[in-house]
Structures are given as structure tokens and as C-alpha cells.
């Protein structure tokens, strides 16, 4: 294929579950190989929070919704030569597929890039691929679709006991299951069967217990084929890789095991014709006699006998024709970049023509050889969801991952833990509500089934009964039964420099063995330092220490010799913000980024760490130096030790500094332990961060500037929460102390509600304070803004951006539009002036993010009050540097390297708006995550982000929605539900919707409002009233178009509010549960939202749209 | 627990690397070389070209899945040590009941663990491959001062390391010499150098009959057993010390379709007129790229071996059909107008991909095409 002279890159969009950053480091990636190249690229995306969409990446950026029509339009434009479809994800790929079927991609003459459309479409297409298979001789597990018990039974012949029984249709796959007798079999197939709506099920081969393997492989236009990595999942058949425990490489894999599946993923790229990266899944039958699991022979406990010259089965399950997460893991975890080397064959380029960059010497045609241990776990989002139903399956529900390296699997793995920041989540936490069957926990998989597994072996359950139960392989758990020996071993013997010495090697953290130990943290870290036991660190250099490599990529271990010697001259370490969960998304990567770029800028140093493996800033080149590790004070004090060579007693220059406002809360709660250890912070201290986080020294900083809050308190108990929510005046809103992102915050509007919240605050975390605040309903505003710091004094405010929803609303789940549009001058004036002096005041030093409430009870200018202050890089620093071209990241990072503002150019105050408007919108993944409730409320629940971008209000929200897949259709059926304490403010809604000829349907109580309102209304019994069809069943079959559906106060409604919101997100459609947005969306589509623009980002801030 | 004995690994230019005991406790010597593949110790292990050398393992996990004997690669242990980060004392595969440490043992062959094996590797890669002892931790000394008197690796025939017999292979093992069988299919012989059974296992997949003959079979010995094709296997040390074996490849050129493997394609890099060298620390790995001239193709080799062909005199007749993309070294040969051909690196795989067998079935396609002209 030959080189293209320009090429259409096709991002991934927002961040939702199963597609996450990964695609922002693949897509950046691709860029820099385009640029590498000589190629001109195009990249679209949706996502502002996305370094892929900075300045500089790709030659022309346009931030714009990832559809057939906006594509089109932006390709009509550009006339790329060719389209790169297999570096945005899913999203990516689906789009070209359809461009290419919607004929656009032959109307403009653009060919595909990489891997062609037929190979894309044989590995994505279930039958094709199965054929495909089956043509050269790759198996697949045999399954079948029947419709009744005989053909259930015909269709068993062939497949062969166990099986799964899915039933089609029915969500969660309720009635199915899995059967490993003939009896089983027939009840299963009928009530399957029963249970489906068109009475079909899929009967497949079971694989429970097999081990799940995937490889990594490559092909270029040559035809050579390598396989980058290889990676085993802790986690048998059944859950999706992306929820599963990994480990690369393989370590139950013989060689012969290994190259057999090597061989078979080679094959499989040849065949399909993919040019580029792909993924293969396959499954390993545990042993040769595998036809039940557990295998009879294990069930007794007793001996094997086994065939000994028949290689195990195993079955092809699946292939991605594209970049991948695992390929992200996969790059992270070997040191080669999958991402840009695939884009570069996609160029034209073979594999012996491509350099690899890591060595600098050989090529990018060989496959790494890793000399440690990889341990990847993902970061589920229940401790924000509660009510989620926590059993992994086939459908993932991680929001994000994390990866460790380190030379044993027990280390790799107490690293990964460590990383995952769960607080009081060690290896020592056990399930305080035990499970009556010692082995229920470790046979179901969920988020906290590693745990389970360790309770098991604490219990002295045999292994081989615990690996029968879990169909993890025995190996992982004698790993298991290695760290806890340690453990007891730390709990029973005196601490030795050689038990210290062992332990560390292991994995164990200073605070466990402090926990085992008897001792603190502190004690055991200076005991250990003066016993000479430091990490050392050693390099991810792709090929086992054969070649000299030049790539700065580390991980720490307890050996003897490190190779990353102290470097001198000024130099800082930038703090990540480790796995991705709701609360900490991309936002942060995308700063951490943007400040090693800005320290290197600057003629500093820039070393980074992290422990997320999807990221862009663990990508080698980002930083001068990147430390794959756990971001806890343990590994950040030892990583600055190692950089200043203080380590080993030598003094060092202590000069590595620390930048923590970058990396979200992770980074910012070192603070206080970094200032603790004497390790000097670049931009706010750790004062400045207790003084806004501290809620009775900011009570007073406040009252000391005249600067007013919503009236408020802390309180401890029940009486003192209800005579102040009385003092106060409903309705409330209530949290407990020192709990972030909103978690567990409630609006409550009476006192049993208050009692109620009280109640099972304190039952979540005894003696904690709760904090009760006026629940103020007026404009939300937020700002984003740089201080010079000490003797700089200048504040310098990019942008002021209105929330679409009243404050209520999380400020990460609300829309928000720059510049603010509904603002008077005056309350400008107020807000600039509070944040100048709430800078100073402060004295912070880089960024901060401020959160203001605006009551107006009249004509005149609002009451402004400050709801909250970060002193740290927010989530709206990305979307606010893209509009209004202020590169906040970088002034800040100059600032805190003592570069005044006035010095880089700008001044105090509130930087002029750019000529655009844009609204953000999140993005959740609720269809993804069974029994959490979607509506909107103080505590924040989307996993990611779009933009819309335009020259007005409604043409650049109705972009932002469409990029949402929240867009208003033009006509069609709305379902409305609407409290009763909302219905007043919906009035105006009703009448839009009425007017512009929408069919409305409605449960009871609105529906008599809209025929008083003089409009038609279909009505839709409520579930509990017993109508059929019931409003959820209108909902589930497809007859509504959008949903605007508000929670009821009154408890008896909730249920039903719960199951329309929950049937509108699994159907796949809007729904609104804030009257605001709802209205502001209807409206942007009536007013002329539909005839938005399409123009590069640049186009928009420089008003030549 | 069990506390374990310390063992030190002793380097020539005197570096001591501290560990613990592995298999069994005694003294051993040897060329000290690293291989990075992640899989395959046992096939390594028994690997008759690691013969005289202490090998170090740069995967830090060894012995997850065991040991099973049936996928030894030669009747015994051939390493002369072996130094790994780390042992797995409990051992998971369907198929590999034995511990590492006690298939060492068993063997008498001695080990260490819980050492640096990176540092060591960077500094063989630095330094080139050396002499190493492994001894008991309070040996040190001694070694230092033995090592200096022990013989260097290059100067070692370790003709022995061969058959002394011809045999045959049949049912997946060596069986007593039996010619003039009835049985169908081209009839191999192999010059048992230090061979892999893998390499008879390939041949004999492939329908051939297989024999293996003692190193030092000469032309006639060979001629006598009637084969239709001749290979030469791969084996330790340095080929300049085959010369009887370059003068029976010699004779065989233009006699018998010849494949040479790793030594054998060294004894035949010498026959065709090319010099051979030491490379300063080898290739040991499952991952090398190998550049497939003739098509362009990029083939990813096992490889294990510390002397290249030096291309320079080589015999006009002759060309260069493979290079290593990493340093650019002759990966193999074939003559221009003769069924002979060769590769540096290791087609039987075990350990390694399994992209290379076609070798084989070139090898059989030129004793085809022989006979058919």
C-alpha cells in the first residue's frame, strides 16, 4: 500500500465504559507516526478532554460529534486521501464501516488504511468469522440456535455436556444458565425458552474453567506476522477480559502451550488479512481430559492421568481487527508502541523499516521479551454505585485499570492494589459480612473476588478446592498462599533485616507490614532505609537487558542493581492520577501530560509517574523519566529518593520537587505527607489545599474576605442535624466531611429524610461529621483560574462557565457552557473580583477551580456565593484551554517555576472570550451498569465527555448532545414522568414539546397537566397500577423516543421512576431527569440547532466560522 | 519453611552474585550466557549445545508448569548450571508433575536463585560472555582463584556431547541402529552433533526414516547406510575445532541433499571457504528477526549460539539467504546450483515459534527434486 498523502483519523469519542483512555494514547500515537511520516492528519473527535486534540498532535482538529453526516461533511472539506479506522475504538471502527456503506468513503475517492474492510468485517461478524475459522482449521466453540427442545436436543449431539444455555433477548440472560447433566439440560432449554420473547435460545459449548489467553499480534504488508505479547487472565472463561485480573506474560503456559497459541493468532491475522494490530482471544482447556469442570479427577481431589502426547484444546474466541485495550496494556506492558507502529504499516510501512524506539538500534520487527512480571486490575466504579449489581460477566463494568511491573507475580501484584487507591482496600481487607459457604465468595466472579481468594487461603481452605470452586489456575493461588504465609509470618516473628527484606521483595507495602508488624508506617519506613532496603529501579526496555536501551521507562524492585541513576539539574516529578473511575477521568491524564510538556518547555526535567496503563502519560516519551508505580507516599517518597540518590544515605541535592495539582485528588492528597517528609512542592502547599479543604478554616477565610457561603454546619448526631437543617431552612443538602466527588451527598427536603440520611451516614463512617448546607437553587458558575502566586499576585480567570442545570446538580454531571450566557455584569464583576481574592488570600500558586451559586430574587444583579474551592487542576481545564486558547496547564506550570504571569504575557482578571459558544456534556455508561439509578443528583455519575462547539448557543448544545447520544429527535414520541414538585417548572417544557407537534405520552399524574395544558396525551399505565402494556414495556419496545422522567420525592414512587430510567437507558435513548436540560435541549432543536456548523477548532476561537 | 543454603555465582572478571542453593549443591563451571525466552526451561535445559555453559535465564518466573520428561530435548541435562531470579516451588501444568529444583537435583546439575539475572545479563552484554563457577556462599574466594586455572570455553571439542552410536529414532524416541528397514518414506541421516530430538521428531512428522550418526561418521559411514538426504545438527563450542566434520560436509557437497542447523550451518559456512567468529555475547532468545532474502519476509527464530559465519570468504558458489535485523549476521546460506542450503537458527523450535518448519519441508523438497532430475 502506498503512502497516502493525507489521512482521516477517527477518535473514540467520550470516555464510557470499555472504552476509555486508551484510545486518546492510541490516536495520539497515530498522529505522531502521521507526522513522522510526512502525512497530513485529519482527527476528529467529540472529546475535548483528549490529548490527541491538542494543538500540535494532528494537523487540523475538529471537536465535533462522531456521526455519518458530520464525518462526511468534515471529509468533503478535507479530501483526505485515506482514513485510519483501527486506532478509535469501537466507535472508530463502526463509523468508517458505515461511511463506507453510506458511500461516502467512495464519493470522495478515500481508501481505508491498514487492514482492509472485508478482513474488519470477517472478524466482527460472528458467522463470517466462524467460517473463517473453520477454512483453516482454527476452532471455534461449537454452539447452535434452536427453537424448541428437540432441536435443543439434535443440536446437543453435536456440541456436547456442559453447556450455556443463553435465552435471546431477556436482559442479564435470565433463564438461562449453565448445565453440565442431561436433566439439567431439558429444564434449562425450557425455561430458556420459555423465558425468551421469541422463544429462541443459543446453546454453546461451555468453557467455564478453561484459561482465557490473548495475544497481542502484528502484520504488515509483507505478510511478516509477530505477536507483541502474550497475557493470561487470573479470571477463567466468563469474564470479559476487560473486567478480568491480567497477567503478562502467560505463566501456567508451557512452551509448548504458548507457541501453540502463537502459532494459532499468527494464522488467524494471515487469514482474515489484517494489516496492522489485531487481538486474538483464545481459551485453554486447563488439562487434556477437560469435558466437565471441575474435572471428576479434581472433584475427588485425586490423581491425574493424563494422555500425555495430545497437546491441551483449546478454542478461538474472538478477535479484534483493531487497537484495542489490550494493545494499550499490551504497548505498556512490553515497552512497544502497538498504536504507532500499526498506524505506520497502515502508511505503507513494513516492520523492518520501522525503528524501535526503545533501543534506538533494532527494528520494529521482533517480538519483546519481558523480564518481569505484568499485573493489570481494573477499577470498577461500585464504591460509587452501590446498588450495582457487582457480578462480572460478559459485559464489562470497569471504568477503568491499573498495571504494576515488578520481578514476581506476588510484587506485581501487591503493587496493583496498591494502585488501585482504595483507600482502606489492602490485601488485608476481608469482606466483613462473611459468606456462610466458605467458597461462595471466590466462585462468583465479582470486583471483589481477589479478596475472597485470599480469605479462602487465610481460612486454610485446600487450593486445589478453592481452584475447583473458582477455576483459577492452582498456581495463582500458591502465589496467593505465598503472600499470606508472609503475612503470618510478619504477624507471628520479630522483624529482621532479612524478613524485611523478603517481605519487600514480595510486594508488601511499609503500611502493611507496619499493620502485621505492629508498628507505623513512618517506623518501618526509616527502619528499613537504615537496614539499606531501598527499591531499586530497572528498565522496560522491550528485549531483556539484551541490548543497551535508550527509553527512560522504570519500575521499582528489591534487587540489587538500579538503573536509573540519579539525574542532576532541576527537575520536577509530575504526580499522575492513576486508574480512571467516576470523579477522575482523562481530564487528569490530559493535565499531567500537559505539564511535563510545559516543564520540558521550561529547560526542566520532567519525570512522571503513574500507575495507568491506558494513558498518554505513561507513554515513554511524554516525560523524561516515567516510574511505573503505585502513586502512594511510599512509592512517591522512594521514586524522589532515587532521583536525588538520597536513598542510600548519599545526601542528595533534594532537589526534585513535587507538582501535585495536576493528577486529581490521588496527586493532591500527597500534599500533606510529602510536606510531612520535607519534600518540596511546586505551586500550592499543603496549606493552602487544608485551607480550602478544611471546612472550619475556610468558614473563616471566607468570613474574614466578606465572602459569602450557603449557610451551613457540621454536626454528629441526629438531634444536632435536625435543629440545624431547621435553623437553616429546607431543603438541605447533607455529606459527609472529607468525601469527594460528590460521593454520598444528598438534597434532602424534610426531617425523615434528614433522619434517614444521618442514620446510614454514620453507620458508613462512625464519629465523621456530616455537613449540612442551604441547599441554594440558583445558577451554578464555575471558573477555572491561574494565580501567579507569592509575589506575583496576579489572578488571571480564562473563562466563566454557566451550568445548564441548577446547583443540585454534580458540577461533573451538569452541561456547562462557555462563555457563561445568562451572567449580568455585575455578577461578573462580583465573581472575578471573589476569585481574586480568594487566589491571594489562599496564596495559591497554579491552579484552581472555584464553584459559585448565584441567587436573584430580582431584576437586579444576584447574590453570589461560593460553594466550593479546589486548589488544583479541575475536569474543565482541557475543555476550557481548547476554547479559549489560554494553554492553562503550561501558565500555571510557569507560574509555580516562578515565571509571572505579567511576565508570559497576561494580566489579572477575566480573559476576553473567544467568538464561539460551548456547552460540555456528560456521558455515562449507564446501559452498562444493571440496577444504578441514572438520574441526576449531587453525586456525580458520568464516566466521561463531549463538546459541542459553535458560533451559537443552540446549534453548539445541540452538537454537544448529539455527541452524547442525548440529541433531541426533531418529531417523534416523548414519554414524559415528572415529579410533583417539578411539574410548575415544566409547564413551559410541556408547551414547547406540545407546539412543535411532538406525540406525548405520560404517566397519570402528568399526563392530567398536559391535558390541562390543552394538548393531547396518550397515557402510560404506571408498572405498580398493574397496566399492560405499562410504561416500561412502551419503553422496552422501542415506541418512545425520548424520555423526561424526574425522581419523586414520595418513596413509594421511586421504584417506578428507577425502572423508566433504567429501561431508557438500556433502550438506548435520551432521558432527561432535569427539567433544565430537557428544556434547554428541546429548545436548542427548535431554534435552529439542526443547521450547526462544521469547522476546525481553530476556525471557531478565531471567529472564522 | 526451610531455610536454604546460599549459593554464589562467580564471574571471571570477579563479580560475585549471592543466591540461594538451587537442585544440586555442588560445583560447577562453565561459559556463562543468558537466553530471554519467557518459556521453554526444560527444553533449554536439555539442549545439547548449552553443553559446557552455566546458562542464565532472563524470565524471572522459571519452573511455573514443571517438568515433563517427555519433551526433553536429549537424554539428559545438558547445562552446566543454571541461574534464575526466581524458582517456583509449586509447579501448576496438566502435564508437568516435577519441580525444577529436584529434576536439577536429580541430575546433579547445581543452580542458584533469587539473584539479580538482569544485572548479570547487562553485564555479560556489556562484557561479553565469561567463565563463571557456582559454589557454596563461602566459596568465593576459591573460585576466584580456580577460575583463572580452568580451561576457557572456546578451547573445548565437546565432541562427546554426541552419539557414539548410530540410532534410529522410532516412536518418539532413540531406538538400536536399524538399516535396511522397509519402511516408506526418504531416509535421513542426521550427524548427531549435540541435536535437539526435536529435529528428529520434525523429520520423522514429516514421514522421513530417521538416523542419527556419531559425530565423527566420515563420508563413507555415512554413504554406507544409503540416505537420501544429510543433515548436520546443531552442537556446542567452536567450529573451528569440526574440522573433521568441514571435510565430511566437503566431501558430501554435490553427493546428498544437506540442511545444516546452527553448528551445522557453521561446518558448512567453513566447507563453502568462510571463516567463523565469536560473537561478544551470542544470541539466545526466541525473538531474533531474521530477514528471509529471497522474499523480504521477516522470520521471528529461536536462536542459541555464540559463533557466527563471517561472510567473507565464502565460496562464489554460495549465497547469503538469511541476515539477523539486529546485527546483521549470516543467518544462513544456500549453494547456488547444490540441494545444500542452511540456517544459523533453530527450525525445530522447542523452545521457540513454530514459524520455521518449513525448513524442514524444504529440505524434503530438495531430496524430492534430486531424485526426480
Known amino acids: 500500500m502506498t503512502k497516502p498523502e493525507s489521512v482521516l483519523i477517527i477518535g473514540s469519542g467520550p470516555i464510557v465504559i470499555g472504552q476509555a483512555a486508551e484510545f486518546d494514547y492510541a490516536g495520539t500515537q497515530a498522529c505522531k507516526a502521521m507526522s513522522e511520516e510526512g502525512v497530513r492528519s485529519i482527527l476528529v473527535n467529540s472529546n475535548p478532554a483528549t490529548i490527541m486534540t491538542d494543538e500540535g498532535v494532528a494537523d487540523e482538529v475538529y471537536i465535533e460529534p462522531l456521526t455519518v453526516p458530520v464525518l462526511r461533511r468534515i471529509i468533503e472539506k478535507e479530501r483526505p486521501e485515506g482514513l485510519l479506522p483501527t486506532l478509535g475504538g469501537q466507535v472508530g471502527l463502526n463509523l468508517a464501516v458505515d461511511l463506507h456503506e453510506a458511500g461516502v468513503l467512495e464519493e470522495f475517492n478515500v481508501r481505508l488504511l491498514g487492514t482492509p474492510l472485508d478482513a474488519i468485517r470477517r472478524a466482527e461478524d460472528r458467522e463470517l468469522f466462524r467460517t473463517a475459522m473453520r477454512e483453516i482449521g482454527e476452532p471455534t466453540p461449537p454452539s447452535a440456535v434452536v427453537h424448541t427442545l428437540a432441536e435443543a436436543r439434535d443440536a446437543l449431539e453435536e456440541i456436547g455436556l456442559p453447556v450455556a444455555i443463553r435465552p435471546a433477548y431477556t436482559l442479564g440472560g435470565t433463564g438461562g444458565g449453565f448445565v453440565r447433566t442431561m436433566e439439567e439440560f431439558e429444564r434449562v432449554v425450557q425455561t430458556g425458552l420459555d423465558a425468551s420473547p421469541i422463544t429462541q435460545i443459543l446453546i454453546e459449548r461451555s468453557l467455564l474453567g478453561w484459561k482465557e489467553v490473548e495475544y497481542e499480534v502484528m502484520r504488515d504488508g509483507a505478510d511478516t506476522c509477530i505477536t507483541i505479547c502474550n497475557m493470561e487472565n487470573l479470571d477463567p472463561m466468563g469474564v470479559h477480559t476487560g473486567d478480568s485480573i491480567v497477567v503478562a506474560p502467560s505463566q501456567t503456559l508451557s512452551d509448548k502451550d504458548y507457541q501453540m497459541l502463537r502459532s494459532a493468532s499468527l494464522n488467524i491475522i494471515r487469514s482474515l488479512g489484517i494489516e496492522g494490530g489485531c487481538n486474538v482471544q483464545l481459551a485453554l482447556a486447563p488439562r487434556q481430559d477437560v469435558v466437565a469442570w471441575p474435572p471428576e479427577s479434581m472433584r475427588d481431589g485425586g490423581g491425574v492421568g493424563i494422555p500425555h502426547d495430545e497437546p491441551l484444546p483449546y478454542y478461538v474466541i474472538e478477535v479484534n481487527p483493531r487497537v484495542s485495550r489490550s494493545s494499550a496494556l499490551a504497548s505498556k506492558a512490553t515497552g512497544y508502541p502497538i498504536a504507532r507502529v500499526a498506524a505506520k504499516i497502515a502508511a505503507g510501512k513494513r516492520l523492518d523499516e520501522i525503528a524501535n524506539q526503545v533501543t534506538g538500534r533494532t527494528q520494529a520487527a521482533f517480538e519483546p521479551a519481558l523480564d518481569y512480571c505484568v499485573v493489570k486490575i481494573p477499577r470498577w466504579p461500585f464504591d460509587k454505585f452501590e446498588a450495582g449489581d457487582r457480578v462480572l460477566g460478559t459485559q464489562m463494568k470497569a471504568t477503568g485499570e491499573v498495571m504494576a511491573i515488578d520481578r514476581t507475580f506476588e510484587a506485581a501484584l501487591q503493587k496493583a492494589i496498591r494502585s488501585l487507591e482504595f483507600g482502606g482496600r489492602t490485601v488485608l481487607w476481608e469482606d466483613s459480612e462473611k459468606e456462610e459457604e466458605p467458597f461462595r465468595g471466590s466462585e462468583t466472579p465479582t470486583d471483589v473476588r481477589l479478596w475472597h481468594l485470599l480469605a479462602a487461603v487465610r481460612a486454610d481452605l485446600p487450593l486445589d478446592e478453592i481452584a475447583s470452586h473458582s477455576g483459577v489456575d492452582p498456581w495463582f493461588l500458591e502465589r496467593l498462599e505465598t503472600i499470606v504465609r508472609m503475612e503470618q509470618r510478619l504477624l507471628a516473628e520479630p522483624l529482621t533485616p532479612a524478613l524485611m527484606r523478603r517481605a519487600k521483595r514480595m510486594g508488601f507495602a511499609d503500611e502493611q507490614i507496619a499493620n502485621l508488624a505492629g508498628s507505623v508506617d513512618e517506623r518501618i519506613r526509616e527502619q528499613r532505609l537504615s537496614w539499606g532496603i531501598a527499591p531499586v529501579y530497572k528498565m522496560v526496555d522491550t528485549c531483556a537487558a539484551e541490548f543497551d536501551a535508550v527509553t527512560p521507562y522504570f519500575y521499582s524492585t528489591y534487587e540489587d542493581e538500579n538503573e536509573a541513576e540519579p539525574e542532576l539539574g532541576k527537575r520536577a516529578l509530575v504526580v499522575g492520577s492513576g486508574p480512571i473511575r467516576i470523579g477522575q477521568g482523562i481530564e487528569f491524564d490530559y493535565a499531567s501530560v500537559k505539564a511535563a510538556q510545559a516543564l520540558r518547555a521550561a529547560g526542566w526535567g520532567a519525570v512522571m509517574a503513574n500507575s495507568n496503563p491506558e494513558t498518554v502519560s505513561t507513554d515513554f516519551d511524554t516525560s523524561d523519566r516515567l516510574y511505573f508505580e503505585p502513586l502512594d507516599e511510599e512509592a512517591v517518597r522512594d521514586i524522589l529518593e532515587n532521583e536525588d540518590g538520597s536513598q542510600n544515605g548519599n545526601g542528595g541535592d533534594g532537589g526534585v520537587a513535587s507538582i501535585l495539582q495536576f493528577g486529581g485528588q490521588t496527586a493532591i492528597n500527597l500534599a500533606g505527607p510529602l510536606t510531612t517528609a520535607a519534600r518540596p512542592i511546586l505551586g500550592s502547599s499543603a496549606d493552602v489545599i487544608d485551607l480550602a479543604e478544611d471546612r472550619k478554616r475556610f468558614e473563616r477565610f471566607l468570613a474574614d474576605l466578606g465572602i459569602p457561603q450557603p449557610p451551613g454546619t457540621a454536626v454528629s448526631t441526629i438531634d444536632e442535624a435536625v435543629l440545624a437543617a431547621d435553623a437553616i431552612g429546607y431543603p438541605v443538602l447533607v455529606r459527609p466531611s472529607y468525601v469527594l466527588g460528590g460521593r454520598a451527598m444528598e438534597i434532602v427536603q424534610g426531617v425523615g429524610d434528614l433522619a434517614r440520611y444521618v442514620t446510614q451516614a454514620q453507620a458508613a463512617a462512625p464519629g465523621k461529621p456530616i455537613l449540612i448546607d442551604k441547599y441554594l437553587a440558583g445558577i451554578e458558575v464555575e471558573v477555572d483560574a491561574i494565580c501567579g502566586g507569592a509575589g506575583d499576585d496576579a489572578v488571571l480567570i480564562p473563562g466563566i462557565m454557566e451550568h445548564i442545570e441548577r446547583a443540585g446538580v454534580h458540577s461533573g454531571d451538569s452541561m456547562a457552557v462557555y462563555p457563561a450566557p445568562n451572567l449580568r455584569a455585575g455578577e461578573v464583576a462580583t465573581i472575578i473580583e471573589y476569585t481574586r481574592q480568594i487566589g491571594i488570600g489562599l496564596g495559591v500558586a497554579g491552579l484552581m477551580n472555584i464553584q459559585y451559586v448565584i441567587m436573584r430574587d430580582s431584576d437586579d444583579d444576584g447574590d453570589v456565593f461560593v460553594l466550593e474551592v479546589n486548589p488544583r487542576a479541575s475536569r474543565t481545564v482541557p475543555f476550557l484551554s481548547k476554547v479559549t486558547g489560554v494553554p492553562m496547564v503550561e501558565v500555571a506550570v510557569r507560574a509555580m517555576l516562578g515565571e509571572s504571569l505579567a511576565e508570559q504575557g497576561y494580566s489579572s482578571g477575566l480573559w476576553p472570550s473567544t467568538p464561539l459558544v460551548a456547552v460540555k456534556a456528560p456521558v455515562f455508561s449507564m446501559s452498562k451498569l444493571s440496577g444504578v439509578d441514572t438520574h441526576l443528583g449531587p453525586e456525580m455519575k458520568s464516566t466521561g465527555e463531549v463538546m459541542g462547539v459553535d458560533t451559537d448557543y443552540e446549534k453548539a448544545l445541540n452538537k454537544a448532545l448529539i455527541a452524547a447520544g442525548m440529541a433531541v429527535p426533531s418529531q417523534g414520541r416523548a414519554l414524559l414522568s415528572i415529579a410533583d414538585q417539578d411539574k410548575p417548572g415544566a409547564m413551559a417544557l410541556i408547551r414547547e414539546l406540545g407546539e412543535a407537534g411532538y406525540e406525548l405520552h405520560a404517566t397519570v399524574g402528568t399526563a392530567s397537566l398536559i391535558r390541562g395544558l390543552g394538548y393531547a396525551v396518550h397515557e402510560a399505565p404506571k408498572r405498580e397500577v398493574g397496566g399492560d402494556p405499562d410504561v416500561i414495556d412502551l419503553i422496552r419496545s422501542g415506541q418512545i423516543d425520548m424520555v423526561i422522567n424526574t425522581p419523586e420525592q414520595i418513596s413509594s414512587n421511586i421504584r417506578d421512576g428507577f425502572h423508566i430510567r433504567r429501561a431508557a437507558a438500556e433502550q438506548r435513548i435520551p432521558c432527561f431527569t432535569s427539567i433544565d436540560t430537557a428544556h434547554h435541549a428541546v429548545g436548542a432543536m427548535l431554534e435552529g440547532g439542526a443547521d450547526y456548523n462544521i469547522a476546525p477548532l481553530p476556525d471557531y476561537t478565531a471567529g472564522r466560522v | ?373
Open chain 2, 1 to 373: 519453611m526451610t531455610e536454604h543454603m546460599e549459593a554464589a555465582l562467580v564471574l571471571a572478571d570477579g563479580a560475585v552474585f549471592r543466591g540461594i542453593a538451587l537442585g544440586a549443591t555442588t560445583d560447577t563451571w562453565g561459559e556463562v550466557v543468558f537466553n530471554t525466552s519467557m518459556t521453554g526451561y526444560q527444553e533449554m535445559l536439555t539442549d545439547p549445545s548449552y553443553a559446557g555453559q552455566i546458562l542464565v535465564l532472563t524470565y524471572p518466573l522459571i519452573g511455573n508448569y514443571g517438568i515433563d520428561p517427555p519433551i526433553d530435548e536429549s537424554r539428559q541435562i545438558q547445562v552446566r548450571g543454571l541461574i534464575v531470579r526466581s524458582e517456583c516451588e509449586s509447579p501448576s501444568h496438566p502435564r508437568g508433575g516435577m519441580r525444577l529444583h529436584d529434576y536439577l537435583a536429580s541430575a546433579a546439575v547445581p543452580g542458584i536463585a533469587g539473584v539479580d539475572t538482569r544485572a548479570i545479563t547487562r553485564r555479560i552484554r556489556h562484557e561479553g560472555v565469561m567463565m563463571g563457577m557456582i559454589v557454596p556462599g563461602d566459596q568465593v574466594e576459591a573460585a576466584r582463584q580456580r577460575l583463572a586455572e580452568l580451561p576457557a570455553y572456546d578451547t573445548q571439542d565437546f565432541i562427546d556431547v554426541g552419539v557414539d552410536q548410530p540410532y534410529s529414532w522410532v516412536d518418539g524416541r532413540p531406538q538400536a541402529f536399524s538399516n535396511g528397514a522397509a519402511e516408506p518414506g526418504p531416509h535421513i541421516v542426521v550427524l548427531d552433533e549435540g541435536l535437539k530430538y526435536n529435529i528428529l521428531r520434525n523429520l520423522r512428522r514429516r514421514g522421513c526414516r530417521v538416523t542419527a550418526m556419531p559425530p565423527s561418521s566420515g563420508v563413507e559411514d555415512i554413504l554406507s547406510v544409503n540416505p537420501d538426504g544429510v543433515l548436520l545438527s546443531p552442537g556446542p563450542g567452536d567450529p573451528q575445532l569440526r574440522e573433521f566434520q568441514v571435510q565430511t560436509a566437503t566431501s558430501l557437497i554435490g553427493k546428498l541433499p544437506i540442511m545444516g542447523i546452527c553448528m551445522g550451518h557453521q561446518v558448512l559456512g567453513r566447507a563453502f571457504g568462510a571463516d567463523t567468529f565469536k560473537l561478544k555475547f551470542g544470541h539466545r532468545g526466541g525473538n531474533h528477526p531474521v530477514l528471509e532474502v529471497p522474499t523480504g519476509r521477516i522470520a521471528i527464530t529461536a536462536q542459541n549460539h555464540g559463533y557466527a559465519v563471517d561472510p567473507h570468504g565464502l565460496s562464489p558458489d554460495v549465497e547469503v539467504t538469511h541476515i539477523n535485523l539486529h546485527d546483521e549476521t549470516v543467518e544462513g546460506l544456500a549453494h547456488r546450483s547444490e540441494p545444500v542450503f542452511s540456517i544459523q537458527y533453530h527450525a525445530e523450535a522447542s523452545p521457540g515459534p513454530l514459524d520455521n518448519g518449513h525448513l524442514f519441508d524444504r529440505f524434503l523438497d530438495l531430496i524430492g527434486e534430486s531424485q526426480g532430475a
